[in-house]
């Protein structure tokens, strides 16, 4: 396990392993997608209490799941990156970044456009939503101080100790609802009973989110290999393959 763990942190490695999951990794973001948003918005039932404006949550609810989960990838390779000295935990922290802000800010803008209905305005200073808006600010202060410091080596370090500081803020997020009184509503998913959704609500609910989960794989390998390229551009095995190109 360790053996794969230090191969993946090689630049040269990752790149050829992710070049061979890039296509699959595409070709289920597709069809997951496909599927997720035809069954969410033709063939599942409409909601009870919100008609068809509950709908939304096909989008709102896997980029509010992907904007926790890749702050915690970005963390997480933050932290082997001050530990082990990986350029490539360097290089996912910093390629994960733009696509966790993106995630954040789909999920403010379709909660504000689900609010409008619900709630009769687009924003409130609730909770979840304000934690979630400190999220979007954490991910552009990464992205803000990776790019005003010259040395990659320092930037990493320096980014990567604003990241896990910044993880303090994950479980406000998820406990919010529960913490403090909230318009927001509770779980319907993640409970410890069953979830308070029809199946048929739920199976394209979790369809989207794997659909999210792929697209983010998808995009950060492709982001990560030019960045892989560009880094070690004056390296052997670099120069060797745009000469075999």
């Known amino acids: ?15 050829d392993l992710s070049g ?16 997720g948003t035809y069954w969410g918005l033709v063939l599942a039932p409409a909601d009870y209490q919100q008609g068809d404006s509950y ?12 904007s926790l989960f890749v702050y915690m990838v970005m963390a997480t390779a933050g932290a082997v990156g001050l530990i082990w000295k990986m350029k ?9 970044a733009p696509l966790g802000a993106a995630f954040t800010f789909l999920a403010l803008i379709t909660g504000s ?3 409008k209905p619900m709630w009769g305005t687009y924003w409130v200073w609730d909770a979840r939503l304000t934690s979630e808006l400190i999220l979007l600010f954490l991910y552009l202060g990464f992205m803000g101080l990776e790019a005003a410091i010259d040395d990659k080596r ?15 803020n994950i479980p406000i997020i998820h406990y919010s609802v529960e913490w403090w009184n909230t318009l927001h509503q509770g779980s319907t998913v ?3 009973d069953k979830p308070a959704m029809d199946t048929n609500m739920l199976i394209p609910l979790l369809l989207m989110w794997l659909g999210f989960m792929f697209y983010y794989g998808t995009t950060l390998f492709m982001r990560a290999r030019n960045e892989v390229l560009h880094r070690e551009r004056d390296t ?10």
């Open 1 to 15: 396990m360790w053996l794969w763990f230090h191969k993946l942190g090689s630049p040269k490695y990752f790149y």
């Open 20 to 35: 061979k999951f890039l296509p699959w990794f595409g070709w289920l973001t597709l069809i997951l997608m496909l599927v």
């Open 55 to 66: 709908r939304i949550i096909y989008v709102h609810v896997p980029a509010a799941w992907m």
């Open 88 to 96: 490539m935990a360097d290089v996912v922290a910093s390629c994960s």
């Open 113 to 115: 456009l689900w609010g």
């Open 154 to 168: 320092t930037a990493a370090n320096a980014c990567a100790v604003l990241a896990l500081v910044g993880v303090v």
């Open 190 to 192: 993640a409970r410890m």
């Open 236 to 245: 052997t095995w670099v120069k060797d393959m745009v000469t075999e190109s």
